[in-house]
């Protein structure tokens, strides 16, 4: 179904109004107008008796799915490019209406099938939730949950001291690049390519590695 920007961000709202404050909304809440009259007349928003909006069974699922994106693209935002000002709700909306359906399932494996967004609020779990339960590892995790011998590539860098980001760039330690965890005690010894380095807990859980084996033996 083909759902403009405008009607994605009504759903949006009506989803964290009636789901998640169990508050109540009406068509004086939005002003776009024509966008709300085409969700009603598309069947995914309803317009009670007493004048307030809830989403119909057709409505609840797209909804769901916009939330979803748009708090998979503020963890992608604040962890990955470590965006962190007072745009950054704004930033993704507009990056929530580019993900495909789909693409949204790639992100959340890469950052982990996170639970909630920076501002603690829940992501609705997808498909990919599922099966990574079923799991006993995640197929994204820092380098301090990897058992030694373990290896993969760097999916991404969660440093929100500058310091620290730019000591693992120096090592090397870069989105793409491979990792292989050699010990975990008394410190974590890595290599990233061709050099080796130890480090801490802290400095380990700055690193997200995508596991390129199988976790299970």
Known sequence: MNIDEHGEEILESLWIKTQEEKAGASAADFQARKALEQLI?????????????????????????????HRLAERLLYDVL???????????????????KGLDENICVLLGHPKVCPHNKPIPPGKCCQAAASRPQKLVSPLSELRPGQSGTVAYLYAPEADKLQKLMAM??????????????PSYV???GMSQFATDREMSDAIYVRLTEDPVH
């Open 190 to 192: 890595f290599q990233a």
């Open 82 to 100: 470590g965006t962190r000002d007072k745009m950054m709700h704004d930033k993704a909306c507009k990056f929530e209406h580019l993900l495909d």
């Open 172 to 185: 090397g330690v870069l989105p793409g690049a491979p990792v292989k965890l050699i010990q975990s005690f």
């Open 41 to 69: 007349e598309d069947g995914l928003v309803v317009s009670g008796g007493d004048g307030l909006l809830s989403l119909t069974e057709k409505g609840l699922p797209e909804a769901r799915s916009v939330v979803r994106r």
